[in-house]
């Protein structure tokens, strides 16, 4: 198996930066691109099967198309996959500036683990059905030839899809340092945990103070998470073409404390209040990252992900 190391000129991240201001993109790069990455959902025989098919198709219809997939999976089809490529897992930064476009397929877990891969920009993303949920998925794998046929040739529409920063600071503000993810597509959750008692969260955006949140805790989401917790919580179902921050409290002791949408450049802070009387536990796309304490805050701030929709 080869390692890929050259990226190709075709989706260049200047040009990204410069069309943040929409959503939707009538122009697509017209360069054809040279490297498709490939995730899969693990432990599933019918998203096995449907790699199987989805690369073979891939390598006999685009010989010149390098396709790379995790080096796990690389490994477990060394035999029936002997054409694919790998990055090494001590060098994932090379994913971010090899990968052209790439296809999913699963549900939204497996959307979700594919934009940790790219901490910064992202390249277009076509996403098959194949999981147990699909919010987040656009298009059935039957149809997958065609979608694939018309994503490579350009023949496409991409929609902007944000996501969240996130970062943990200490009172006098230091950057606390966690292993895990900083980037978030879903959302970002600040909960009491497994501690009985509400939390006290004082809430400021750019600097100001707006409230504070006497609750089980507060979610910040995208509206892509709209879907997600934040909608089990009673938030509203945002459509991803309005950019947005989307906050809303988990089981609030005030009536008057509802769901706010905020402009995608806020800059919010979210801060463990003296009142609160146990630490509070920050989770990032359902995982868990870290216990804050009184005085200890959480920064979000938008940023974005190319997608195909």
Do not use: W
């Given at each position: 198996m080869a390692r890929i190391v050259k990226s190709s000129p075709c989706l260049t991240r200047s040009k990204q930066k410069k069309q943040v201001a929409s959503c939707r993109f009538p122009e697509v790069p017209t360069e054809r691109p040279r490297n498709v990455l490939i995730i899969k959902k693990v432990n599933d025989y019918k998203v096995e099967k449907a790699l199987l098919e989805v690369a073979n198709w891939l390598h006999k219809e685009r010989p010149d198309l390098n396709i790379i997939v995790e080096p796990a999976v690389a490994e477990h089809y060394r035999e029936k996959l002997p054409f694919v490529h790998v990055i090494p897992p001590d060098e994932k930064q090379e994913y971010s500036r090899t990968v052209d476009f790439a296809i999913t397929l699963g549900g939204d877990g497996t959307l979700l683990h594919l934009a940790s891969l790219f901490p910064k920009a992202a390249p277009p993303v076509v996403s098959f059905?194949?999981?147990?949920?699909?919010?987040?998925?656009?298009?059935?794998?039957?149809?997958?030839?065609?979608?694939?046929?018309?994503?490579?040739?350009?023949?496409?529409?991409?929609?902007?899809?944000?996501?969240?920063?996130?970062?943990?600071?200490?009172?006098?503000?230091?950057?606390?340092?966690?292993?895990?993810?900083?980037?978030?597509?879903?959302?970002?959750?600040?909960?009491?945990?497994?501690?009985?008692?509400?939390?006290?969260?004082?809430?400021?955006?750019?600097?100001?103070?707006?409230?504070?949140?006497?609750?089980?805790?507060?979610?910040?989401?995208?509206?892509?998470?709209?879907?997600?917790?934040?909608?089990?919580?009673?938030?509203?179902?945002?459509?991803?073409?309005?950019?947005?921050?989307?906050?809303?409290?988990?089981?609030?002791?005030?009536?008057?404390?509802?769901?706010?949408?905020?402009?995608?450049?806020?800059?919010?802070?979210?801060?463990?209040?003296?009142?609160?009387?146990?630490?509070?536990?920050?989770?990032?796309?359902?995982?868990?990252?870290?216990?804050?304490?009184?005085g200890e805050y959480l920064q979000v701030r938008g940023q974005f992900l190319w997608g195909v929709m």
């Open positions: 059905s194949l999981g147990t949920l699909g919010f987040l998925m656009s298009f059935h794998l039957k149809h997958f030839r065609r979608v694939v046929s018309d994503m490579t040739a350009g023949k496409v529409s991409l929609m902007l899809r944000m996501r969240l920063f996130c970062s943990l600071h200490l009172p006098s503000g230091q950057r606390i340092t966690v292993d895990g993810k900083e980037v978030v597509m879903n959302e970002v959750t600040l909960h009491r945990g497994r501690f009985p008692h509400l939390t006290s969260l004082g809430c400021f955006v750019d600097g100001e103070y707006l409230t504070e949140c006497v609750a089980d805790g507060l979610i910040v989401s995208t509206p892509t998470g709209s879907t997600a917790y934040s909608l089990s919580a009673g938030g509203p179902i945002v459509h991803p073409s309005v950019q947005s921050l989307v906050m809303t409290p988990i089981c609030p002791r005030s009536l008057s404390f509802r769901t706010v949408l905020l402009p995608p450049s806020a800059n919010i802070r979210l801060e463990v209040g003296e009142a609160s009387r146990s630490q509070v536990e920050v989770s990032m796309d359902g995982q868990e990252v870290f216990l804050l304490d009184k």
